[in-house]
């Protein structure tokens, strides 16, 4: 693995790992009041994006870390929906 794949890798667990808290709270309260339903729909939406790029570009790191943050962000916005 290049330096370069290493780094995009680490990004991609850094960013993910980021959601994995919200996720939790929001699944484990039912409670995502304080969360804005335009932010969450955007996020989904540029994520899913980014996705697209990534595998039109074969760039694996892209692809890892958007895939599994748009499913976690994916269950925020569901959460969201369904609890407000």
Do not use: E
Not at 28 to 55: E, I, K, P
């Amino acid at each position: 693995m290049s330096w370069i794949d290493f780094c995009g890798y680490a990004a991609a667990a850094c960013t993910t790992a980021a959601y994995l808290p919200q996720v939790i709270q929001a699944w484990r309260t039912r409670s995502t009041r304080d969360l804005s339903v335009g932010m969450l729909v955007v996020l989904n939406l540029g994520l899913a994006l980014w996705l697209t790029y990534g595998l039109a570009l074969g760039d694996r790191p892209l692809v890892a870390a958007n895939a599994v943050t748009l499913v976690l962000a994916g269950t925020v916005l569901v959460l969201k929906l369904r609890h407000g």
